[in-house]
C-alpha cells in the first residue's frame, strides 16, 4: 500500500501576464503546507511535479516549510492543460459569448471556461489546440499509472494543476469527463487530495482537503486561482 498526495498548486498570478508565478500568498500557501506535514510527521519518498514553473514554486516551498531538501522529479504528464487556448478557441468560435469590458472579471472568466471545458471534452471545438481531451486524458493516466507503479510502498507528494489533479481523481473514481470539469473549479490552491495505492487499484481517500487553512487567522489565505 502506498499513498500518493495530489498538491495544487499555491496562488497564481491571475489578471497579470505571466499567470504561471505564484503569488506571495502563493508562497505562503505553500510554506504553511509544508509546516502542516512537518508538525504531522508527514515525510514524502518522493516528491513529483508538472511542468509548469508554479508546480516547481510550490513544491520549493513546502519543502521549506518542512524544513526538508528532497530532488524534485518532473513528469510532464502531470503539466496542466492549456486553459487560455481553449478559451480563447471558444471565443472564436462563439464570439457572440465574448464579454464586454464591464464583465471582464472572474465570475464570467469561469462562467466561460466551463462551456470551453464541455466543448473541449465533447471535440466540438474546431480549430487547432496543443492537445485533444483525449490526449490530454492520456497522458495524466499514464502519469498516475508511472507514479503507482514505481512507488509501492511509498509516501509522494505530486504537485500539479486543478486540471490534472481533478482528472486524475475523476479516472480513480472512473466518472465521466463532466465529473473532473466539475471537481477542476472546486479545487482551492494548496488543496490536498489524497490517493491510497493497492496492488490493483488506486481508491481516493480525501479531496481537497484544507487543514493547513483551517484556522480562522488564515481562512482570508483560501484562493481559487
Not at 472579471?105 to 473541449?120: E, K
Amino acid at each position: 500500500m502506498s499513498d500518493i498526495y495530489l498538491v495544487r498548486h499555491g496562488q497564481a498570478s491571475f489578471g497579470t501576464a505571466n499567470y504561471d508565478q505564484l503569488s506571495e500568498l502563493g508562497y505562503q500557501q505553500s510554506r504553511w503546507l509544508g509546516e502542516y506535514f512537518a508538525r504531522r510527521g508527514v515525510e514524502f519518498d518522493r516528491i513529483v511535479i508538472g511542468g509548469q514553473a508554479r508546480h516547481r514554486q510550490t513544491a520549493e516551498s513546502i519543502c521549506e516549510g518542512m524544513n526538508a531538501s528532497q530532488p524534485l522529479e518532473c513528469i510532464e504528464g502531470f503539466s496542466e492543460y492549456d486553459f487560455e487556448a481553449i478559451f480563447q478557441l471558444y471565443l472564436q468560435q462563439f464570439p457572440d459569448q465574448r464579454p464586454t469590458e464591464g464583465e471582464r472579471d472572474r465570475t464570467v472568466f469561469y462562467r466561460l471556461l466551463i462551456r470551453a471545458l464541455h466543448a473541449w471534452a465533447d471535440d466540438t471545438l474546431r480549430g487547432e489546440l496543443p492537445e485533444s481531451w483525449q490526449q490530454f486524458e492520456s497522458r495524466v493516466r499514464d502519469a498516475l499509472e508511472a507514479v503507482r507503479d514505481t512507488s509501492r510502498g511509498s509516501k509522494v507528494l505530486v504537485v500539479s494543476s486543478g486540471g490534472a489533479i481533478s482528472l486524475a481523481t475523476s479516472l480513480v473514481l472512473e466518472a465521466p469527463p463532466s465529473a473532473m470539469i466539475s471537481l477542476n473549479l472546486q479545487l482551492r490552491n494548496t488543496g490536498v487530495t489524497r490517493l491510497s495505492n493497492s496492488r490493483n487499484r488506486a481508491h481516493l481517500f480525501s479531496f481537497n482537503e484544507m487543514y493547513h487553512l483551517d484556522d480562522s487567522e488564515r481562512h482570508h489565505a483560501i484562493t481559487y486561482s
